[in-house]
């Protein structure tokens, strides 16, 4: 079982679409981040958030934790082909456990000129 | 800075051989990480350390997997025999662990391992 759920797993856009994807589980996590993988490459970090109803804008991309802290969304405004790649979510679960994040299975992005 | 190193980027090897994957964190990072990435499964969490202390190695498959952190500088993950389904990225991230309004891994490039 996934502790976080992410959907769409894949999706194919035209450049210049919106979209958004899903974080979603059962569990509340103290914080909540978002990381953009590219082929041949580490996850890199884009944001984090710790308050329930907390929206972060990072340029075109717009993040949201859910009131309750279960969930997570991130929209792309006018998606470019440069926003290929794979989107992870990724929650702590508690607090004072630094350590250890659960991440999501991910999302594939493709963005067609 | 440098970022999180990883050695080597590819490894093909034959089952039943031995596997040593290396890792240099970002310097004054106290955390240490090491994930192994599949189609199938996902990013999983195999091991982690605090401090060059391990903390948590519930991930770790079996006891064919087994890694050190002898410095706050180098991480070592070994596989001993290495099997077909080992094949994986692993990929090794550091964190600082105390920064009150959360955190984020930094994650190296990874090493493809591929045993046939």
């Known amino acids: 079982t996934q502790l976080l759920e992410q959907s769409p797993q894949f999706l194919s856009i035209q450049e210049g679409e919106n979209l958004t994807v899903y974080c979603n589980s059962s569990?509340?996590?103290?914080?909540l981040q978002w990381y953009r993988q590219e082929p041949g490459e580490g996850p890199v970090l884009l944001v984090t958030?710790?308050?329930?109803?907390e929206v972060k804008k990072l340029k075109r991309l717009t993040f949201q934790f859910g009131d309750a802290r279960k969930d997570s969304s991130l929209h792309i405004t006018a998606a470019q082909t440069g926003d290929t790649g794979l989107y992870l979510c990724a929650g702590a679960r508690k607090r004072t456990s630094y350590g250890k994040l659960t991440f999501g299975q991910g999302t594939i992005l493709t963005v067609h000129p | 800075d440098a970022g999180v190193i990883q050695s080597p980027r590819h490894e093909v090897t034959e089952m039943g051989q031995e596997v040593t994957l290396r890792c240099k964190p970002i310097s004054g990072h106290d955390y240490l990480f090491w994930y192994r990435q599949t189609m199938m499964r996902g990013l999983e969490l195999l091991i982690y350390?605090?401090?060059?202390?391990?903390?948590?190695d519930s991930g770790m498959p079996e006891d064919r997997f087994s890694a050190k952190m002898p410095n706050a500088s180098f991480s070592t993950l070994k596989i001993q025999p290495s099997e077909p389904r080992d094949s994986a990225v692993y990929f090794c991230?550091?964190?600082?662990?105390?920064?009150?309004?959360?955190?984020?891994?930094?994650f190296g490039s990874g090493t493809r391992l591929t045993v046939v």
């Open positions: 958030v710790v308050t329930g109803g």
């Open positions: 569990s509340v996590f103290s914080s």
């Open positions: 350390f605090n401090n060059n202390v391990p903390i948590d």
């Open positions: 991230a550091s964190s600082l662990g105390d920064r009150p309004s959360g955190y984020g891994y930094t």
